[in-house]
C-alpha cells in the first residue's frame, strides 16, 4: 500500500515532442503528490508538485495531470527540450503526517534527442 | 537558497570497514533524510530524523545506523561494509511545517564503492 509504481522506466523523445512519464499508487491516504528531476551529478530537485483538489496543475512546459479515482498521476513535458533530459521520479506523501516522509517511484531516464 | 552538502562526491571502501557518510544543511530544518539510489529502484530510503537525536527507521535500515547530534548535521554509518552496500547515497533536508513541508532539498550524493 505504501508502494509509488512509475513507468517507463526509459524513455526517448525527438526535440520538440511531448514526454509522458506515469506513476500510480495504493494508499489513498496520500494527498500531495511531487514530481523530482534528477541531472546527472546533482541531487533531485522538486520541478512541480499537485494536491488531490485540483485534477490538473501547469507550469510552463511542465503539467502534472491527476485522476484521483483511478490513483494516477502523470507528467507531461511539452515542447521537450535536449536540456529535459534527465531521471524524472514521482512521489506521494500524507501531508497530514509532518515527518515530510516521500514515498518516490523507481525513476525514469529521459532522453530528448536534437 | 537552502543547501545541503554531503562530505565526500567519491569513496571506495574495503568489505569490513566502517564507513562515515556526512551530511550538513544550512537553512535549520528539522527533517533529515537518508535514501539510496539504485537503477530500477528510485529512491528508498534508510533512515530519517525528525529533531536532533531523533531518528526513525525507513523502508532499508538493516545494516546502517545515524546520528544526529546537532539539527544541521545528519550522519549515515555503514558498520561493516559489504559489497551490496555499493550505491549512490543522498541526503536530504524539509523544514516541519509552512506551506510545502515536504519539499525535501537534496544534497549532491555520494557515490560509493565497496570492494
Known amino acids: 500500500q505504501q508502494q509509488v509504481k512509475q513507468s517507463p522506466q526509459s524513455l526517448i523523445v525527438q526535440k520538440g515532442g511531448i514526454s509522458i512519464i506515469n506513476c500510480a499508487y495504493e494508499?489513498?491516504?496520500?494527498?500531495?503528490f511531487p514530481w523530482y528531476q534528477q541531472f546527472p551529478g546533482k541531487g533531485p530537485a522538486l520541478l512541480i508538485a499537485?494536491?488531490?483538489?485540483?485534477s490538473e496543475k501547469k507550469e510552463g512546459r511542465f503539467t502534472i495531470s491527476f485522476n484521483k479515482s483511478a490513483k494516477q498521476f502523470s507528467l507531461h513535458i511539452m515542447d521537450s527540450q535536449p536540456g529535459d533530459s534527465a531521471t524524472y521520479f514521482c512521489?506521494?506523501?500524507?501531508?497530514?503526517?509532518?515527518?515530510?516522509?516521500?514515498?518516490f517511484g523507481q525513476g525514469t531516464t529521459l532522453q530528448v534527442k536534437p | 537558497d537552502v543547501k545541503v552538502t554531503q562530505s565526500s562526491r567519491y569513496l571506495v571502501k574495503r568489505t569490513g570497514e566502517k564507513v562515515f557518510l556526512e551530511c550538513v544543511q544550512d537553512?535549520?530544518?528539522?527533517?533529515m533524510f537518508w535514501y539510496r539510489q539504485d537503477p530500477g529502484l528510485g529512491l528508498r530510503l534508510i533512515y530519517f530524523?525528525?529533531?536532533?537525536?531523533?531518528?526513525e527507521k525507513g523502508d532499508i535500515p538493516e545494516g546502517y545506523s545515524v546520528s544526529r547530534e546537532k539539527k544541521e548535521r545528519f550522519s549515515l554509518i555503514l558498520e561493516s561494509a559489504s559489497t551490496n552496500q555499493t550505491s549512490m547515497y543522498l541526503c536530504?533536508?524539509?523544514?516541519?511545517?509552512?506551506?510545502?513541508?515536504?519539499?525535501?532539498?537534496f544534497g549532491p550524493g555520494t557515490r560509493l564503492l565497496v570492494l
Open positions: 512521489a506521494a506523501s500524507r501531508g497530514s503526517s509532518n515527518t515530510g516522509k516521500l514515498i
Open positions: 530524523s525528525y529533531d536532533v537525536k531523533m531518528k
Open positions: 537553512m535549520d530544518h528539522e527533517n
Open positions: 494508499n489513498t491516504a496520500f494527498d500531495y
Open positions: 536530504a533536508s524539509s523544514l516541519l511545517g509552512g506551506v510545502s513541508p515536504e519539499t525535501q532539498y
Open positions: 499537485i494536491r488531490p483538489d485540483v
